[in-house]
């Protein structure tokens, strides 16, 4: 087989590789640890069982686009586009560039920006973060945007990995210096008690992505983007006609229908995120960073991180290694906030791994 039928950027790349986590205690991929009660998951396949699969889905999720509108409080100048996962919407707004686009965003960020862009062979810019904070490095960006004129700059808040709120006076100048979009990820808004969705109405060329997997909900891949009927126009174009499928429009809406159980699943995340912090912050060898999301990044001393990684796995325990990759994630790993059991399972591991590894 001749491989120079693929495009040299694709050949260069890596498949985004997912960690094995059965048998473990799954604290690696900002999940919501809880399920829901029975009365509830009845009611939810009594809705199913209305679901036509013989027939298409709704191209447009009319009842469901109503409800996110609703519940996020949307203005009506604004149009929604969804996503199968805010991935996908991530993948329609860089397939929507020019071929010699320039997309930037802060370095370490959200890893599908990147790994999107560049299997698009679009230019793609980082701008390092400030290093024990993690703050937008905002004169660097500003020069960045001069310099490259992005299409496109993404700017996650929470940030993930490292899971802080940017300033919000650095967002707002950075939009106004921006000649193209620019796109807020409020992927981790439930936890965070932040947003720019007030401030929309305020800048054109701002857009509003969340997503309902941080909420409870990351089987059904479903991701939604907020701009202005000019920007989402064009982006609809991108989208596959039923990219919605008729079980994720059935059960997101039934899901958020019942909200007050997200709420309340929320509450807790955050209460145990309080208690997982104040627990990382007594622990010799470890520094925490405090967090916006639903996981905590920490550091742990100089090239141990790898060790105390496998050392936590080996007693059950799947958390995410970031070091590998280097720059400000080196030494680091990070934590998604579980049930308070699982947390102490985790917090009983790391204490472990350190004695056996100092
Ligand atoms: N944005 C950010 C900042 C994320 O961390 C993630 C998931 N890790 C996503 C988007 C993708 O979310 P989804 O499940 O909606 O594709």
């Known amino acids: 087989?001749?491989?120079?039928?693929?495009?040299?950027?694709?050949?260069?790349?890596?498949?985004?590789?997912?960690?094995?986590?059965?048998?473990?205690?799954?604290?690696?991929?900002?999940?919501?640890?809880?399920?829901?009660?029975?009365?509830?998951?009845?009611?939810?396949?009594?809705?199913?069982?209305?679901?036509?699969?013989?027939?298409?889905?709704?191209?447009?999720?009319?009842?469901?686009t109503q409800t996110i509108r609703e519940q996020n409080n949307i203005p009506p100048t604004h149009d929604v586009l969804l996503g199968n996962g805010s991935?996908?919407?991530?993948?329609?707004?860089?397939?929507?560039?020019?071929?010699?686009?320039?997309?930037?965003?802060?370095?370490?960020?959200?890893?599908?920006?990147?790994?999107?862009?560049?299997s698009l062979g679009l230019n793609f810019i980082n701008v390092p973060l400030l290093p024990d904070t993690f703050g937008l490095d905002l004169p660097a960006m500003l020069a960045a945007i001069a310099t490259h004129q992005p299409a496109i700059i993404f700017l996650a808040y929470p940030n993930n990995p490292t899971s802080n709120l940017f300033s919000s006076q650095a967002i707002r100048q950075i939009i106004a210096a921006a000649n193209g979009?620019?796109?807020?990820?409020?992927a981790y808004a439930p936890f965070a008690n932040a947003s720019f969705m007030d401030e929309l109405a305020q800048y054109e060329n701002l857009l509003i992505m969340r997503t309902v997997s941080k909420l409870g909900l990351a089987g059904l891949r479903l991701g939604y983007l907020v701009g202005t009927p000019t920007i989402i126009e064009q982006l609809n174009k991108i989208r596959l006609p039923y990219n919605i499928n008729i079980l994720t429009q059935a059960t997101a809406y039934f899901a958020l229908t019942h909200h007050a159980l997200f709420d309340e699943q929320t509450q807790k995340i955050c209460a145990e995120r309080t208690n997982v912090y104040e627990q990382l912050c007594?622990?010799?060898?470890?520094?925490?960073?405090?967090?916006?999301?639903?996981?905590?990044?920490?550091?742990?001393?100089?090239?141990?991180?790898?060790?105390?990684?496998?050392?936590?796995?080996?007693?059950?325990?799947?958390?995410?290694?970031?070091?590998?990759?280097?720059?400000?994630?080196?030494?680091?790993?990070?934590?998604?906030?579980?049930?308070?059991?699982?947390?102490?399972?985790?917090?009983?591991?790391?204490?472990?791994?350190?004695e056996k590894l100092s």
């Not at 790349?13 to 998951?41: C, H, Q, R």
């Not at 979009?181 to 409020?186: I, N």
């Not at 790898?306 to 280097?326: H, R, W, Y």
């Open 181 to 186: 979009l620019v796109v807020l990820d409020e």
């Open 1 to 64: 087989m001749n491989k120079s039928i693929f495009r040299k950027e694709v050949l260069a790349m890596s498949a985004y590789k997912v960690a094995d986590a059965s048998g473990f205690i799954k604290l690696d991929a900002m999940e919501n640890p809880y399920n829901w009660p029975e009365d509830i998951t009845q009611s939810w396949l009594e809705t199913l069982k209305t679901c036509e699969l013989n027939r298409y889905p709704d191209p447009e999720a009319k009842q469901l």
């Open 87 to 118: 991935d996908e919407l991530i993948q329609i707004l860089l397939m929507a560039l020019s071929p010699t686009a320039s997309v930037l965003a802060p370095q370490p960020s959200f890893v599908m920006y990147q790994q999107i862009s560049q």
């Open 282 to 354: 007594k622990l010799d060898g470890i520094t925490a960073y405090p967090s916006a999301a639903n996981f905590i990044l920490f550091k742990t001393a100089k090239n141990k991180a790898t060790d105390i990684f496998t050392a936590i796995k080996q007693q059950g325990v799947l958390i995410k290694n970031m070091s590998p990759q280097g720059g400000l994630l080196a030494d680091c790993l990070r934590v998604t906030i579980g049930k308070p059991e699982e947390n102490q399972a985790f917090l009983a591991a790391l204490k472990v791994s350190l």
